[in-house]
């Protein structure tokens, strides 16, 4: 069973910066390609960002140049470092396995302007 904790979230104002957390159980996380995705408040969810086995990383054109992923296959862990947030960011993030239909709680980002 995947399990997802996502943390790192909350309230900054425009401009600032946030670091998430996404740790993984239930499965192999080392050969896995991991994803971040977030939902705002009447859209859709979006992938944001994912990152390979072997270290590759693709961005959503609304980020590229102020996020980057990155992962600990010793902590099951993945991150998004998000920088110059603008507004338009607030929303739900999470994270998830690629393949896998399992959710975290996800981590609430809001950005002020």
């Known amino acids: 069973q995947v399990q997802l904790v996502e943390s790192g979230g909350g309230l900054v104002q425009a401009g600032g910066s946030l670091r998430l957390s996404c740790t993984a159980s239930?499965?192999?996380?080392?050969?896995?390609?991991m994803g971040w995705y977030r939902q705002a408040p009447g859209k859709q969810r979006e992938r944001v960002a994912y990152?390979?086995?072997?270290?590759?990383?693709n961005y959503a054109d609304s980020v590229k140049g102020r996020f980057t992923i990155s992962r600990d296959d010793a902590k099951n862990t993945v991150f998004l470092q998000m920088n110059s947030l603008k507004p338009e960011d607030t929303a739900v993030y999470y994270c998830?396995?690629?393949?896998?239909?399992?959710w975290g709680q996800g981590t609430q980002v809001t950005v002020s302007s």
């Open positions: 239930g499965i192999i996380f080392a050969i896995t390609t």
């Open positions: 998830r396995p690629l393949g896998s239909e399992s």
């Open positions: 990152i390979t086995r072997g270290g590759s990383t």
